[in-house]
């Protein structure tokens, strides 16, 4: 494999020297762009955080759907003893949603 990834990325980086154009300093190709344009105001803005339990609720719904929907179609091949891992995999999700409902109640968006 090491053999192969040098014989196939060598001669691309020799061909990429021997065909790319000689370097000429141009000082608008350093200057910072936004979508092709001249940037505008500040780099940093404050985003609001209201709608973060909402996609922290998300996320955790997401992940335990996956993962849920995978162990039910197996739950009739895999040991007793699988369900273990599962219990305590639910109790962090459910832990998780706890401390969502728990932001959501604490800045009012409920």
Same mark, same amino acid.
């Given at each position: 494999?090491?053999?192969?990834? &040098?014989?196939?990325?060598?001669?691309?980086?020799?061909?990429?020297?021997?065909?790319?154009?000689?370097?000429?300093?141009?000082?608008?190709?350093? &200057?910072?762009?936004?979508?092709?344009?001249?940037?505008?105001?500040?780099?940093?803005?404050?985003? $609001? $955080?209201?709608?973060?339990?909402? +996609?922290?609720?998300?996320?955790?719904?997401?992940? $335990?759907?996956?993962?849920?929907?995978?162990?039910?179609?197996?739950?009739?091949?895999?040991?007793?003893?699988?369900?273990?891992? +599962? +219990?305590?995999?639910?109790?962090? $999700?459910?832990?998780?949603?706890?401390?969502? &409902?728990?932001?959501?109640?604490?800045?009012? +968006?409920?």
């Amino acid at each position: 494999m090491l053999g192969f990834g &040098l014989l196939a990325s060598v001669p691309a980086l020799i061909l990429s020297r021997l065909v790319s154009p000689r370097r000429r300093y141009n000082p608008v190709k350093f &200057l910072p762009m936004e979508c092709g344009q001249m940037p505008t105001g500040e780099g940093r803005s404050h985003f $609001m $955080m209201q709608y973060y339990a909402y +996609i922290l609720m998300f996320v955790v719904f997401d992940v $335990m759907s996956i993962f849920l929907y995978a162990w039910g179609t197996a739950l009739f091949n895999i040991p007793r003893t699988a369900t273990l891992p +599962i +219990i305590a995999f639910l109790g962090i $999700m459910f832990a998780a949603m706890g401390y969502a &409902l728990y932001l959501a109640g604490k800045k009012g +968006i409920w």
